[in-house]
């Protein structure tokens, strides 16, 4: 098999733009997966909340179309165009097919470079958007999860929540004025990175995108360093009621102190990964299959992205009648975990895991543009995601027990539970 | 229709060959086999559909294939924990993604895999086919495993409204009980019921394999074939459901109230089978009323911030299915005005029509749908299943043909045929205040 490195084509001749290409057997779709520097890590202090409404507002018209004409584009060829934005990132997703890849990129740089944010069109969003968050009141899994980050880090750290009224009161703060300060600001040549795959010809498809871009002017920005850590970890335990809920949600865990780039990463991810990381890790074996008390529960480290200390935690579901005997159930599992630790037959079968997923993860154009994405985004270059199964399978049986003990206190677990308790 | 390549395997008739997929028959029990090859990339998708879903089920039993479904995973005669074989454990330890799902008309079983590992998947497959353990000591916790994932579908508004109104407007025929089934059967129902149920209709005349990606067909044909011959056709031929939904002769209402934030309507028709000729003009509608910033529901009702979103319910099924409009209401919009203005403009379409550009735009949003339904092994996999399921695979390969034919006239007819104020039931979900 030729690496994947080999089948991607790389451009950077636009400074502040960088290209993945990857042609692949995919018969007439096209994927293209892009991002830039501009999350809520770079909002004004006062409304995290902008960058996910600028973002909100790009298909709600420019200066040159109105909504419906954007849509009317789109839709007349069957293509979408999509926009989001995450802590660090404002993401743009297209899916078309190849005839029609032109008018997609053509369209996608009109929306980023010259959005028109009308004030009406902003004030139905924000009624809209506090609709969704309303109905997250009596969301389980949201209230647990607000609470869990916001007890383990502090309100300037990246991986922090705002409560559900918070992020209503601020949504309907912003103005008209804000977008266009955030736009300006961040959105720019710069950091832009943009992965695209299926039927598709690189020089094809980066003679149209710098025709597209070329004149948009350079902003520079980088990631906001990080300037406070997590709460030092501490046990703790926290009921969320919300009325008329047939099934409870629970989170446990704790801070890590490290981020991604730390050298016990992997071996500390590895760690996680056996303890709750799929179906044929030790809590989906025990908690729901041997003794049926949960319908899913799982592990994972999370918030651990461009210098954030993140954290490593357990998300499961239990109705309210056993949900104590869920938690005795999985806490036995967290000290056995952390007492006896891994064994060697354990690491090797997530080893193979993993190089597996890695194959199984280029099944589609959307997998392989986001793999290629997420993967820039990190500035790491192409050749990681050839020689990432082999790092992990360098990663030894001590050195994951060193780091389950090292990163992992069982007396400071800090657990929320959420439902009719 | 012959396919360009041999079509001659030990073990196989061919049946028939669309867009690539061509259809085999095992000769030794009936197996169905649709295979397709395509080397875009390392890896295949193996999927076993049964032709068995809660439309087999009655009061009782609700639940049962979906439990059924559950205890499949708990081991077979090769694949077990005795033998430190566990399925999940074989599979997931090569990086395969593998689950199942049930529904109305069918259960399917798949793996996405590393193509070098596509005959254990195949192996796993056949040997759960008849050889399940289906222990009591198993089902007791699976049913609270299953019992959970009731409750966390309970958890949602949306979920409970939708169960509503199919159980409003489906009195006599089985799609009246959603998959999951009733709590009290799922705790009930014994293990000899499931038993039964598997040996009724866990056989290979019984189902559809299906396998895409990255083989050689004749190999992948001669696994399937050392696998899957080993079982016999059923005993008894396979009994089909007879029920039919007596006719609806007025409309019918339905209100859940729950403590909750916000509101929601669904407004349902009754729709003809999923074979049906009118299905292919129900997907353009669909189109046409809400998919897109152009949509007229979303021009209505979401451009005037009177919801968050609209989702259309349109999915064709074996049997008659049902049409529902939802909307999720912003807070302080009366549900009333959102039912008047949906069934406003479904009048609107009966006495004025569509255009012939929304037609166009629909078709075009259809076709790349369709097209991005042939990105990768799993999603060609997965679009089959759901035709198999209604009774044809080639309604999946002729969709976008079927769907071309589709004219402003037919739209309009569909309209009056179908939407009529007795065909339908109406259901709001209203949210009540917390309790202090």
Known sequence: MSTFSSQVTTNDDIEGVKTYVMPTGAKDVVTISGSMLGGSVHCAKTNSKTAALVTSMLDKGTEKKDKYEISETLESVGAELSFSSTRYHTHFTGFCLKNNLGTVISLLSEQLMMPSFSSRELSTLQSRICGNLERDKENTKTLAMIHFLRTLFPSNHPNYRETVDDSISLVNKITKEDLFAFHKQQYGLGSIKIAAAGDINPEDFNGRMHESIRDWSSKKTEIPRLVEKAREPKEGNQIIKVQDKTSADLFIGQSIGIDREHKDYYALMLGVYILGGNFSARLMQTVRDKQGLTYGIGSSISGVSFGADGYWSIWGTFSPDIIKKGVASTKEQIDLWFNKGVTEDELSAKKTTISGSYKVSMDSTAGLAAKILSNAEQGRNLSYLDEYPKIIKSVSLSEVNRAIKKYVNPNKLYMVSAGTL | ?436
């Not at chain 2, 990255?214 to 009994?239: C, M, R, T, V, W």
């Not at chain 2, 609209?310 to 074996?318: A, E, K, R, S, T």
């Not at chain 2, 409009?325 to 609107?348: S, V």
Request: charged share 25%.
């Open chain 2, 1 to 436: 229709m012959s396919p360009k390549n041999n079509n001659k395997f030990t073990g196989y008739d061919f049946v028939k060959e669309s867009a690539g997929i061509e259809e085999y028959t095992l000769v030794k029990n009936s197996l169905r086999v649709l295979v397709l090859e395509d080397h875009s990339a390392p890896v295949a998708t193996f999927m076993v559909t049964y032709h068995v879903g809660s439309r087999n089920e009655a009061i009782g039993y609700t639940g049962s294939t979906h439990l059924l479904e559950h205890l499949m995973f708990k081991g077979s005669r090769n694949f077990n924990k005795e033998k430190n074989t566990a399925i999940w454990t074989e599979l997931q330890n090569i990086g395969a993604q593998i689950n199942a799902t049930t529904w109305n008309d069918r259960t399917n079983y798949f793996e996405v895999v590393p193509s070098e590992h596509l005959d254990k998947a195949i192996a796993i497959e056949a040997d759960r086919m008849r050889y399940a353990f289906l222990k009591d000591e198993d089902r007791q916790p699976e049913m609270t495993v299953v019992r959970n994932e009731f409750e966390r579908g309970e958890n949602s508004p949306f979920d409970v409204l939708d169960k509503n109104i199919w159980a409003t407007a489906y009195q006599a025929h089985p799609y009246h009980h959603s998959t999951i089934g009733w709590r009290s059967d799922i705790e009930n129902v014994s293990t000899e019921r499931l038993k039964n149920f598997y040996d009724t209709y866990y056989w290979p005349n019984n189902a559809t394999v299906t396998v895409i990606g990255d083989f050689n067909k004749k190999d992948a044909l001669g696994s399937i074939n050392k696998y899957f011959s080993e079982h016999s056709k059923s005993n008894e031929p396979i009994q089909p459901v007879y029920t039919d939904e007596p006719e609806q002769e007025g409309p019918r209402r339905i209100i859940v109230k729950r403590t909750g934030q916000t509101g929601i309507v669904g407004v349902a028709h009754k729709a003809p089978k999923g074979l049906h000729e009118d299905t292919y003009a129900f997907q353009v509608l669909a189109k046409i009323l809400a998919d897109g910033k152009t949509s007229r529901l979303n021009k209505l009702i979401i451009d005037e911030g009177l919801a968050t979103s609209i989702f259309m319910y349109d999915f064709p099924f074996l049997d008659n299915g049902l049409f529902i409009t939802y909307a999720f209401l912003t807070p302080g919009t009366d549900h009333k005005k959102i039912e008047e203005i949906i069934i406003k403009e479904y009048n609107n379409i009966l006495e004025n029509g569509v255009s012939d550009d929304e037609i166009k735009r629909a078709q075009a949003q259809i076709r790349a749908m369709v097209a991005f339904s042939r990105d990768g092994t799993y999603a060609v996999a997965s679009a089959l299943n759901e035709a198999i399921a209604i009774g044809d695979w080639t309604f999946y390969t002729n969709f976008m043909e079927n769907i071309n034919k589709v004219k402003v006239e037919k739209i309009k007819e569909v309209i009056k045929k179908h939407f009529t104020e007795d065909q339908s039931t109406t259901g709001w979900f209203i949210a009540k205040e917390p309790k202090d």
